[in-house]
């Protein structure tokens, strides 16, 4: 128990910098992603959100960075197969959440656009990746 203790003491005099608590960032910079991700998660964000986080356009004025990465099938078979009876996801998405200086993971999640009731009546894409995406992230903030 006294080693448990004094490492306690010497993580906190060394200054180990604890991670920031999710909930409490309320600016984030979104950074710029393949297949326009970045601009859908930006207006998901302000919708989902509706105002408890701020989507900042410089880098230097938030608490958290989002980085991530996109993928779409192109062509007509998948959008059949993927789109309309959805057996696959036609686009996909994963995000992580950074600290301000980019060096400490907060939070990371994927997700598909695969419906599997209505497939061709909902929306699909980068914007249904990024709804969901935006989803996972307020449910983990405590939203």
Same mark, same amino acid.
């Given at each position: 128990?006294?080693?448990?203790?004094?490492?306690?003491?010497l993580a906190s005099?060394?200054?180990?910098?604890?991670?920031?608590?999710?909930? &409490?960032?309320?600016k984030i910079f979104? @950074? =710029?992603?393949?297949?326009? /991700?970045?601009?859908?998660?930006? $207006?998901?964000?302000?919708?989902?959100?509706?105002?408890?986080?701020?989507?900042?356009?410089?880098?230097?004025?938030?608490?958290?960075?989002?980085?991530?990465?996109?993928?779409?099938?192109?062509?007509?078979?998948?959008?059949?197969?993927?789109?309309?009876?959805?057996?696959?996801?036609?686009? &996909?998405?994963?995000?992580?959440?950074? @600290? =301000?200086?980019?060096?400490? /993971?907060?939070?990371?999640?994927? $997700?598909?656009?695969?419906?599997?009731?209505?497939?061709?009546?909902?929306?699909?894409?980068?914007?249904?990746?990024?709804?969901?995406?935006?989803g996972k992230l307020?449910?983990?903030?405590?939203?």
């Amino acid at each position: 128990m006294r080693k448990f203790f004094g490492a306690l003491l010497l993580a906190s005099t060394l200054g180990f910098a604890q991670q920031p608590n999710l909930h &409490s960032i309320t600016k984030i910079f979104i @950074d =710029k992603m393949p297949n326009n /991700l970045d601009q859908y998660i930006r $207006a998901e964000m302000v919708k989902q959100f509706k105002g408890k986080v701020t989507v900042v356009l410089d880098a230097k004025d938030a608490e958290a960075i989002m980085t991530g990465v996109s993928d779409e099938e192109k062509g007509t078979g998948a959008k059949i197969t993927g789109r309309y009876l959805g057996l696959h996801d036609v686009a &996909s998405g994963s995000v992580s959440l950074l @600290d =301000k200086e980019g060096k400490t /993971l907060l939070w990371s999640d994927e $997700a598909g656009d695969r419906s599997l009731m209505f497939g061709a009546l909902r929306r699909g894409g980068e914007r249904k990746v990024a709804d969901r995406l935006v989803g996972k992230l307020k449910k983990a903030m405590g939203y």
